[in-house]
């Protein structure tokens, strides 16, 4: 806190070290267990991304990931699942279909649909994951 206050009076609000402040003190309060505290940081650190950064920038696109994440531990499944799907969005549109950042996008959302019950639309991730990891491994 002592830190984003030093920020927030060098920098002003709508800086990207502030933003990843926010997003810092926002992962803190997850594993910390006050998720609605971590949503407060993160929501801020997204709407500071937003303000920077054109929609489809990779910082926006991890805000999204956060978000689902926190969404999906609060059990609010349906929000987990479109804030991983716009995160997953951007990873694409930046990386293509053949990238790490798309595959672990595509674990996030085996890990939901397995949580929510839906095992062939997690099953149907997992094999897209699986199959981005074996072509950087070089395995076909």
């Known amino acids: 806190m002592k830190s984003l206050k030093i920020q927030q009076n060098l920098f002003g609000e709508n ?3 502030v933003a990843l402040s926010f997003n810092n003190l926002g ?21 500071i991304r937003q303000n920077l950064f054109v929609e489809n920038h990779s910082s926006i696109a991890i805000s999204f990931n956060n978000l689902g994440m926190l969404y999906k ?6 929000k ?13 549109n930046l990386f293509g279909e053949n990238h790490s950042s798309v ?6 959302l085996v ?16 094999l897209k994951s699986l199959k981005i990891k074996q072509n950087l491994a070089g395995l076909k």
């Open 73 to 78: 531990n609060t059990g609010n499944l349906p």
């Open 80 to 92: 987990a699942e479109e804030f991983y799907l716009k995160s997953l969005k951007i990873m694409q």
């Open 103 to 108: 595959a672990k996008s595509f674990n996030n």
């Open 27 to 47: 992962l803190l309060y997850d594993d910390m267990g006050n998720l609605p505290k971590a949503e407060e940081f993160y929501l801020k650190s997204l709407k």
């Open 15 to 17: 800086h990207l070290d």
């Open 111 to 126: 890990l939901l649909y397995k949580k929510m019950g839906n095992r062939h639309k997690g099953e149907e991730f997992c």
